[in-house]
């Protein structure tokens, strides 16, 4: 099968980028989900469950929101695709609701997730709740002294939070607690994977899950534009999940400028920053091989970001390919730039945006969109989770 921007090659390359870097004993496990996951996403009851489920719990389709005073502000036609009110507050819960139906049908009963911001595990403690299956994540030590209020809401949730205690005590150490559990509970554990990161087939099936935020923009821009088709569509990227759905619909119309937004932290060449498209050089992260931030002997550098969502140091293999083929556009935006798009946008549109969200707004200052292009900003986030960030910079942004 020729491989597309849309479906990666059987074993899970886009380009050069993908595939499955796993240790020998995880195999089984990634194995199964491989050869089943296309399936029984293709079965009637499968798409029928899902679909009800976004609709009744996350509260699907999420509205097209015509940003007439930013549009205004910016000289273009703007709309805003509000993920921000999905249940739980971003986009996120599309991927976990997806996941944890496919992992009932692969008759799993305990589920396992990795989280960095704490974002991904009160998605994945919430769709557990929901199913009633027993639900760990995995959780860095300073991590959960950073984000305490996620804690608590999956402890709220019924999930159990492990600290993981090992190296910097972040995300990365999370992720191998999660991956060491997996090889000891092969056959009743599903990994919830919470971005198109991974090992294939997580990259995809994640982009998958997150179709849907295209879907729905085609239907909505025909009915409010008169044309499916978009001249932008602007997303935020951390891993890349917001800005693969967001994308997903568009990527083999080649009139659709893609744009990828990633953070810049203090400055791309500052030492502080989070702009893998920019600073990363192709080496293997969590099981694929991708463009990742690392030194000459291949070790992963720290990112930084003000927004702990988009602080990783890779990019999902998708996304890695959209760089090299120049598919997609990337831009860096620095935290100071973002925090000036958070009031802006609260301001103009009263809708107060997620701090990662703020940088894919951030990026209309350079689009060079004109008055008759239609661009679509994907609003992966709402703001409530930043306050107190927002509190702190006061002074700057108000
Ligand atoms: C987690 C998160 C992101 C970054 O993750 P992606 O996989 O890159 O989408 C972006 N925005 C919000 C609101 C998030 O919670």
Redesign the pocket.
Known sequence: MKPTYQQPTERGYYGQFGGAFIPEMLYPNVEELRQQYLSIMAEPEFQQEYQQLLRDYVGRPTPLFEAKRLSAKYNTRIYLKR??LCHT????VNNTVGQILLAKRLGKTRIIAET??G??GVATATVCALMGMECIVYMGEIDMERQKPNVYRMRLLGAEVRAAMSGSRTLKDATNEAIRDWISNPVDTHYII????GPHPYPDL?ARL?AVISEEMRKQLLEKTGSELPNYVV???????????AFYHFLEEPSVQLVAVEAAGHGVHSGHSAATSVLGTPGVIHGSRTLLMQDEDGQITEPYSI????D?PG??PLHAFLADSKRARFISIEDEQALKAVAECSRLEGII?????AHALAALDQLGAGPDDVVVINL???GD?DLETYIKYADAIM
């Not at 507050?89 to 996120?92: I, M, P, T």
């Not at 927004?307 to 988009?310: E, F, Y």
């Open positions: 993920e921000d507050g971003a986009h996120k960095g911001a974002q991904h919470g971005s198109v990161v994640v997150q997303a935020c990227v951390g891993g890349g999940s917001n800005a693969a759905g927004s702990a969502g988009l990783y990019i999902g945006p997620a701090l990662e969200t992966s986030g709402r989770k």
